[in-house]
Each structure stands twice: as C-alpha cells, then as structure tokens.
C-alpha cells in the first residue's frame, strides 16, 4: 500500500485535510424537561425523573448551571449546492448543543431555514414538463476517456508514492488491503455523498464520478462513470438487487440545480434510466434535492414537496404537496420504513411542524403526529424502532426519543444526564438529510450512545427505550472515540478511531449479560494512522470482515492528493 507524498499528520477522528478557523463545539447543559414529558397533554402522561419539572414547552425555564458550554453559533447555509462550505470542527459536528430536555418523541424539520423559504425564485427560462425516465446516453469519448485520469488503482493522477501503508506493521495488526486518492476538484470544493459495499464491489462517488473497486484488491470493478456536472445528492440506500440513484448538477452556474437524476446498477457499472425533476410551485424548488429509497420506491425531496418513482423502471407513483393546515413536506427519510416531516401554518401563532409514517406505495399516511411549537426533528437515529434527536433553538434544549412501533405513541424519552458526541454532518443539514449522522445505533429494546470525547477516550452508553434510562456504559479501549456502527445479532459493531501514531480498531461489545467489554475483530496498522485520520468528512462501514473509510467531501486543495476511500483486512 502506498501513501501519498508530502503528507503532514493529520487531526484526530473526522478532521479535515485544511480545517477551518473555527470556535470549538462543545457540549450540552443539564437536562430540562421537553415540550411533553412533565406536563399533561394528548400523547403521555407526566413522567418522573432526577430533574425539577418545568411549566412546559410554551414557558421559557429559568437559567440553569451549565453543563459544558454555550452554543457555538453555526455559519449560513450555501445558497446553491454547487458551493459547499467547509464545515465547523472537521466536517462534523456535535449536535447536542443547549440543554438536553426530558421530551417525548415528537418531530419536525429541523431543516426549516434550509428548506426553500428564502431561496430565489426560477428565472422561467425552462418549460415545465412532467418527469420522464429516459434510458440513459453514453457519454462522447474525449481524448482521455479510454484510460481514465484515475483508473482506480491508487495511482492517482499517476505519480508513484513513496510509501507502503503496511511497511512497519506491528505484531497484531491487520492490514490496510487498499488506499485510493480522490479525482481533482474545484477550488470551492466538491461532495464525495454515498459509499455502497455489496458482495464483491465498493462503490463511491466523488465529484463528477462513481466509482468501483473490488473489496479485497481494489482493482477496479468497472471503468469510472463521468457524468455532465457535479454530483450533488445519493441515495444512502441500496435496492435489494444493487442499485442506487445519484443526482448532479444541471449546470454550473449560480442559478444552477441539482435536478438531474441516474440509475446506476453497482454490480455492473451500467446506467439506468435517468431524468429531470422540475421544479414545483412557487418557492418549491430544486436548488438542492434530497434522495432516499425504501424497498422499490426512490422519493426526491424538492425543498417544500416530494416525488415517488419506482426505481427499477423510473415511472412516477406519487407527490406529497400541500396539505391539511397550510403543511408541506420538508424532508423524507427512508429505509426499512417511510418517514416526513412536515412544516405546517409557518409565520402564524399557530406554527408547527408534524412527522408521519408514509405508505411507500401509495404516499398515504399511516399515521400523523403533531409537534409543539418551538420543536424540530433535527436527526433519525433509528427508523426500526423510530429514534429521533429533536431540538428547540429558542430555549436552547435538546432531546432524544423513541417511538412505539407503527405508531405515533411515544415509547419512552432520554432520561441520561449526559452530554453525547455522534460523529454529525454539517452537509446533510444543507440536503435535508435527517440520517446525517454516524455513532447512534439501536435494536428492539435499547439505543446505544457515543458521549462526547473531551479528552480524547470517550464511553458508549446503552439506553432503555422503554424507560429512557442508562442499562450500562462501556469504556472505549483505545486512547480516540468509539462510535457505534451496527448491530450483528446481539453484538454492537463499533469504531474506534485512530489517534496519533496507532491506528483504529473495529470491535464488538455483547449487548446481553453483565460482562460489555470490547472484543477487537480488527485492528488497523498503526503504519496507516495518519491517513486513516485525515479524511475531510468520514462515511465508515464494517462489512464481511473488512472496514471501509472514505471523504463525503472534497475540499478542493491543490497541495497535495486528496484521499478518498480506504480498506482494511486481515
């Protein structure tokens, strides 16, 4: 393995290449109760807890002690996609900001500032006409298309490196089993969105590309697929049969779109159908678009409406607009279950935001729950069960809360006085993307929390979701964080990130019984820790024994190279 020349050490977990100059994040205050939890009202009865109750969500509660530090506050959204801004703290961030609150699990958009509400209305220069999958065009060969600039096999532009990223290796460690740097980008930098691993093929998309490389060597599966501009959103699903759906640029203007869609099969590097999305009505538009697949269904988020097709074929199903109480779609979120949010009577004494459980099939909702003002569905953490971190800006709080399963009853409400640190993606705030988030995993009966590193080392703490309350904590065994991944039967797969001069590990912690300790199923060579480090945005993935790392965005410096994915082995 080879590491690129000129490389200096690198920040610690998710830090970009060029970190930008800004005031650290820091963590949360005491608890206070949410917009349901301590007082009575249609969903739940009051529950008890270590914390004084308050007079609830319409109140403004007295000061309390802090518990960390005020909110940092957090820059001003990109007006297009096509200029992405670097994020705060290292492309994530922390998003337990204020005082965490005692709520009872009820949604909206946090996504409201982002949502279209100020975004500059279509010049008209382009006919409307319904969306039509067509089956997509070859591109014209250029002078350079039958040997690809970065043919994937970690050449890069086609210098030789200078070092094998295993040279050094230390009894016990696993082995990097291949590196790729990143294509060239723009000065005003790129995103890098999506990571799809199937049976023997890793798929990224960076920039204008996708593409693929074979899980234990890296070569590449297929040839790159170019397409005309900038990739500006993906599906972070895949189909059951491996198919995913990007979207890119419709130019390169500053009134350009994101409204350009293609299917792309990950076995095979062939594409689908392809279409353009038009925009809806006034302020519904298609500056930035957010994709989200559940089963056979693809929804595109325009910023106040969203559109079904099928995604094997491309043909339309549905639209979700306007509805009920002046309300519209904001965002979607998908997976093994449908999930909107809505934004309803906005600018009136009756604004609120309202979350439902969508039929894919049919875009009808199963079921419809209303949320207090003030209150906003900022992060999904779990769609099965339905986990959600929910915020309220003007009082400064924060809460996590769970859901009974197809239902808009509340389960139970985080009731840990603790401050939690999962690895959060400033962009996916820009594309209305509620999964931005990696570190937070549950299953049937518990969610498992990183709290926030603050020297460093940092533990993982199980919750219950029928009583809110910590069942345990585990301690991460290396000297960096350690973030939840998944779930493999009753063990949790979790990360632990590389820190200055070794390398990370992959490790596993059995959820039942009294004995949590971490158990090491991979542990990354120290040889490597630089890189593994480095990366500006991290998307992670342990799959079939292997780890994988790779950029959600490119920062565009001419410096040096760019990584852009990562594999480890035995």
Known sequence: MTQPPNQPPQGGFGAPQNPPQQPPQTGPYAPQPGPYGQQPGPYTTPQPGPYAPQSGPYATPAPQPGYGYPQQPQPPAPQFSGAPTPPPGGGSKNPFKGRPALVVAAAAAALAVIGGTVYAVSSGDEEKKPPVAEKSKDPQPTATSSVPVNPGDGDGDGRKEIRDLNEGRKPGEDKVLWFKQAPAAPGSGADAPGMWITGKTAVKAAYKQVFAYDVDGGAPTWEPITLPQKICAATAQKTADDKVVVAYMSGVSDRAKCNQLQEIDLDTGKKGWSMKVDDGDLFDDTLNLALTLTGKTLVVARSQSGI?????????????GTYGASCYPESFTGGSRLISV??????TAKEHDELQELDPATGRAKWTKKIPKGWKVAHTYSLNPLVLHLTNEDENKWNISAFKN??????????VNESFGPA????????????????VVADVNTVYLPTEAKTGTNEVVAVSLESGKERWRVKSPGDAAMLPLKMDGTRLIAYVGASSGTGGRVVSIETNGSNHSPTTLLRNPSSAAAIERGFYGKAIDYVDGRFYISATHLSGTKESKEKLMLAYGK
Not at 308 to 320: H, N
Not at 342 to 347: K, M, Q
Not at 427 to 439: A, E, I, K, V
């Open 424 to 439: 959060c993606d400033d962009w996916s705030l820009r594309n209305r993307d509620l999964q931005g988030c990696t570190g």
């Open 308 to 320: 079904a097709f099928d995604v094997d074929s491309g043909k339309k199903l549905w639209e979700k």
């Open 406 to 415: 197809n239902s808009p009853t509340v389960r139970s409400q985080l009731d």
């Open 342 to 347: 809505s934004s309803c009577a906005v600018t």
